[in-house]
């Protein structure tokens, strides 16, 4: 696995593989509100069932981007509409 940790996902009826460093590459965004959340900083997931349970993004920078922002913001797994190449749609 060359250092890199490996996911399964299932998604659009199909099992997929992934790395974590292709997931945290894509940007975050709101299909219903078209509001970007920013790129994927984390994931939760469920050791036991071997499952994704949700992706964190990271909340919003302060003073100008030198400080960190509130704690990130938890998407379920089940709000993903679609992982695209680039971006990854969810509908909250």
């Not at 593989?17 to 299909?31: H, Q, Y």
């Amino acid at each position: 696995m060359n250092g890199s940790t490996e996911l399964i996902v299932i998604g659009e009826g199909r099992r997929m593989r992934m790395l974590f460093s292709e997931l945290k590459c894509r940007e975050v965004i709101n299909v219903c509100t078209g509001e970007r959340y920013g790129n994927v900083c984390d994931l939760e997931f469920d050791p036991c069932a071997g499952e994704v349970l949700a992706i964190v993004v990271p909340g919003a920078p302060r003073l100008f981007g030198l400080l960190k922002g509130k704690d990130g913001t938890v998407i379920p797994f089940s709000k993903i509409k679609k992982l695209g190449e680039d971006v990854i749609l969810v509908e909250l």
